[in-house]
């Protein structure tokens, strides 16, 4: 497949419980996004990548959150601690070039997280 | 979190029928983008805009960039029943990479 990919599509966590969700971009993608989509809303960013590097995670909402990208393909969005208002499409999207004006910003089907 | 003025919320049309919806912030933004996203889906890139003014098309869908930079607007012409679903907006501003959404606007075709 030529697409973002996220796994698993559907997590069902009790409250407390540590959770890990998948990203895997569109392959030779250096910049890497994770976004938050609650019900009825817009997605909202929580983390960028370039490559393997973490520039920007001014949208994480606590330090339960945390994601990694250690070898610049495949990233993981790990939330500690799950509490109810975790509960959210957890979207990623990647994009090709590095310059912010014009690349697209491809999006996965994104992760339901269920927190009980 | 910050998430942009859409309107309207949700709209009900019947096949053929035109379709308007605009996107608007406080704060100026040099990238407009709109997405559509269906149920368990992801958002898909429909239109981009990168210019104050620029007025850009993708068949019956046409989209401006507001000249203020702090608005955008997105028109659906002859609507068919595959437009169903949730469009949304997305501007960036500065050299960051990250977008900022609407809240959404839901449209409905009826045949």
């Known amino acids: 497949g030529a697409g973002v990919s996220q796994s698993p599509r559907y997590k069902v966590a009790k409250r407390g419980q540590d959770v890990a969700l998948r990203c895997d971009p569109i392959?030779?993608?250096?910049?890497l996004f994770w976004y938050q989509q609650a019900l009825g809303q817009g997605p909202e960013f929580l983390t960028y990548?370039?490559?393997?590097?973490?520039?920007?995670k001014s949208g994480l909402p606590s330090d339960r959150f945390f994601a990694e990208r250690p070898e610049g393909s495949v990233s993981t969005l790990k939330i500690q601690r799950t509490q109810q208002e975790d509960s959210a499409v957890y979207l990623c999207a990647s994009a090709f070039v590095l310059a912010a004006s014009t690349d697209t910003q491809y999006f996965g089907p994104g992760t339901r997280l269920t927190v009980l | 979190g910050q998430q942009l003025n859409q309107s309207p919320q949700s709209m009900f049309i019947q096949e053929g029928e035109d379709v308007s919806m605009n996107c608007t912030s406080s704060s100026i933004f040099n990238t407009w983008l709109w997405y559509k996203q269906d149920p368990g889906e992801g958002p898909v890139l429909l239109i981009a805009?990168?210019?104050?003014?620029e007025l850009t098309s993708n068949g019956r869908l046409t989209a401006q960039f507001g000249i203020t930079r702090k608005d955008s607007f997105l028109n659906i012409s002859a609507s068919i029943p595959s437009d169903v679903g949730i469009y949304f907006c997305a501007g960036r501003r500065g050299a960051t990479n990250k977008l900022i959404f609407g809240t959404g606007t839901l449209l409905a075709v009826q045949p």
């Open positions: 805009l990168y210019k104050a003014g």
């Open positions: 392959s030779g993608h250096v910049s």
């Open positions: 990548f370039q490559n393997e590097a973490q520039l920007d």
